[in-house]
């Protein structure tokens, strides 16, 4: 009886040093990704852009105040990224004419809830037609909503992603760019380009040159844990990243 209470009192203490660890690898990790002061104050809503969060969500809306937006884009936020990171490229895209929502995640990891922007398709009847996309293991789970509902989406839009080995939309009759940088030390170019296979035929790949994995949000103190120091300003790579994602829900909106 004896025996069996230590090993019972071993087992406990060596879960809870696993869940210390755990926990404190996770506090970490969300740490390095949180946003820039840019990137908060990109929350403001000003003459041209409205920006909101749903009751009882934790959706950053973004509208613009202009025209009422018939195309819209769900951005899903990289791993360990605070999603905020992804406010100031939200807010320009909207400031075109679109609506774009940024999901959070539980622990910051699109994995832990693939099939989320289904309740912000439903939250948005107004909205005809749906882009989903993201940045990093974001895009990676983008793609794979798409391939659970490729029905509730027209486009998809990979920023330094591609979809998993195992998941195959080449079939679809989808909109797709992948926006990549060459100095992406994490999303690695031959990685995003071996990924055509399973893109439909017409996927549109767009480089930025000198673009790398970190500057496609606003968040951490310097470069991502394996990325390359990228050789132009983040403004510039996140115009283009705007520029090119635009195009995509200026194509899907007018079918």
Same mark, same amino acid.
């Given at each position: 009886?004896?025996?069996?209470?230590?090993?019972?009192?071993? *087992?406990?203490?060596?879960? !809870?040093?696993?869940?210390?660890?755990?926990?404190?690898? *996770?506090?970490? *990790?969300?740490?390095?990704?949180?946003?820039?002061?840019?990137?908060?104050?990109?929350?403001?809503?000003?003459?041209?852009?409205?920006?909101?969060?749903?009751?009882?969500?934790?959706?950053?809306?973004?509208?613009?105040?202009?025209?009422?937006?018939?195309?819209?884009?769900?951005?899903?936020?990289?791993?360990?990224?605070?999603?905020?990171?992804?406010?100031?490229?939200?807010?320009?895209?909207?400031?075109?004419?679109?609506?774009?929502?940024?999901?959070?995640?539980?622990?910051?990891?699109?994995?832990?809830?693939?099939?989320?922007?289904?309740?912000?398709?439903?939250?948005?009847?107004?909205?005809?037609?749906?882009?989903?996309?993201?940045?990093?293991?974001?895009?990676?789970?983008?793609?794979?909503?798409?391939?659970?509902?490729?029905?509730?989406?027209?486009?998809?839009?990979?920023?330094?992603? +591609?979809?998993?080995?195992?998941?195959? !939309?080449?079939? *679809?009759? !989808?909109?797709?760019?992948?926006?990549?940088?060459?100095?992406?030390?994490?999303?690695?170019?031959?990685?995003?380009?071996?990924?055509?296979?399973?893109?439909?035929?017409?996927?549109?790949?767009?480089?930025?040159?000198?673009?790398?994995?970190?500057?496609?949000?606003? +968040?951490?103190?310097?470069?991502?844990?394996?990325?390359?120091?990228?050789?132009?300003?983040?403004?510039?790579?996140?115009?283009?990243?705007?520029?090119?994602?635009?195009?995509?829900?200026?194509?899907?909106?007018?079918?």
């Amino acid at each position: 009886m004896r025996t069996h209470r230590r090993l019972l009192i071993a *087992l406990g203490a060596t879960l !809870l040093v696993l869940l210390i660890v755990s926990s404190t690898t *996770l506090i970490v *990790l969300n740490s390095r990704g949180q946003a820039q002061p840019e990137a908060v104050a990109a929350l403001e809503p000003d003459a041209l852009v409205a920006v909101s969060q749903v009751a009882g969500q934790d959706w950053h809306v973004f509208a613009p105040t202009a025209v009422k937006a018939t195309t819209g884009l769900i951005l899903y936020p990289g791993g360990f990224v605070d999603p905020v990171a992804y406010a100031p490229i939200a807010r320009a895209i909207a400031g075109r004419g679109f609506l774009v929502v940024i999901d959070p995640m539980p622990l910051n990891l699109a994995v832990t809830d693939v099939s989320s922007a289904d309740a912000i398709i439903a939250a948005h009847p107004e909205i005809a037609h749906w882009a989903i996309g993201g940045h990093s293991l974001g895009g990676a789970m983008a793609a794979e909503f798409v391939a659970d509902a490729p029905q509730n989406v027209d486009g998809l839009a990979l920023w330094a992603a +591609y979809p998993a080995p195992n998941t195959d !939309l080449s079939a *679809l009759p !989808l909109r797709v760019v992948s926006i990549y940088g060459d100095a992406d030390g994490v999303a690695l170019t031959e990685e995003i380009l071996s990924a055509a296979q399973r893109l439909p035929p017409d996927a549109q790949f767009i480089l930025i040159s000198g673009g790398n994995h970190t500057q496609f949000g606003s +968040y951490g103190q310097g470069l991502q844990r394996g990325d390359n120091p990228a050789t132009i300003s983040r403004d510039r790579q996140q115009a283009a990243i705007v520029a090119g994602t635009v195009e995509l829900l200026e194509i899907i909106g007018a079918n």
